[in-house]
């Protein structure tokens, strides 16, 4: 088992709607999880981080975490062609150091 | 403003040829990275550095070397290009070794070895 895991997509939005991401970690006592959007031939951005149990909202982008279930999300509203991109979660991985594992990412299109 | 810078964008280089990687940061971050990018491997931490002198080996360290003898710069060395090693190399940085600090990359590398 990977430990993090996403959808490869490619998943397909039109604009204006909501869009949803989903990733998975194998670490139960992984306590640091981040999205990034990478754009083609470019590098991660970070777009948001989650620490607790629950949703975080930062202008249209909301992450969700769930440790139990060991899922978190990020949600998209009013999608943008602009936001068509990979989008890349992290978790970091508390083995005494620093480290993130990355998913493989979600390649997102929205439609206009 | 501060940032993460890398050099050269592109190189081509030759199998069996040593190949050098610069990253530098003007941050003043500790903790410097290393990962390459592979279509269906998504981003592979190779090499890490928690401050001056300090480095450690990532998931894919084999045919890569680091030193950390600043806090600015981490370059990465190929000591003998090969051709499983054509990708995308980020340099990455983060303030500190607490667990909710997040990584902040460079724009890359595009490495390719004929």
């Known amino acids: 088992q990977k430990e993090v895991e996403q959808n490869s997509g490619p998943l397909s939005v039109p604009e204006g709607a909501i869009a949803s ?5 194998s670490d139960r006592v992984s306590q640091s999880f981040f999205w990034y959007r990478q754009y083609s031939g470019k590098s991660p951005e970070l ?5 607790s ?4 909202e930062d202008g249209r982008f909301t992450a969700q975490l769930n440790k ?9 509203r009013d999608s943008q062609p602009s936001d068509s991109a990979t989008y890349l979660c992290a978790v970091n991985i508390p083995q005494g150091a620093q480290k993130l594992v990355f998913g493989q990412g979600t390649r997102l299109t929205i439609n206009p | 403003d501060a940032e ?50 300090d ?12 030193s950390r003898s600043n806090t600015e710069d981490l ?4 000591e003998s ?31 390719s070895i004929l």
């Open chain 1, 21 to 25: 991401l989903n990733c998975t970690y």
């Open chain 1, 47 to 51: 777009i948001m981080s989650i620490y």
């Open chain 1, 53 to 56: 149990n629950g949703d975080k």
């Open chain 1, 68 to 76: 139990a279930s060991q899922y978190v999300s990020l949600l998209i």
């Open chain 2, 4 to 53: 993460i810078t890398q050099s050269p964008r592109h190189k081509i280089t030759e199998t069996g040829r040593q190949v050098t990687l610069a990253c530098h940061q003007t941050w003043n971050h500790n903790n410097m990275f290393w990962y390459r990018q592979d279509l269906g491997h998504g981003l592979r931490l190779i090499h890490y550095s928690y401050g001056v002198q």
């Open chain 2, 55 to 66: 480095t450690n080996k990532g998931e894919v360290s084999d045919g890569y070397s680091v």
């Open chain 2, 75 to 78: 370059p990465l060395t190929l």
């Open chain 2, 81 to 111: 290009a090969a051709s499983s090693q054509t990708s995308v190399y980020f340099c990455a940085s983060s303030e500190s070794r607490g667990l909710d600090q997040p990584q902040h990359f460079g724009d890359g590398t595009r490495l």
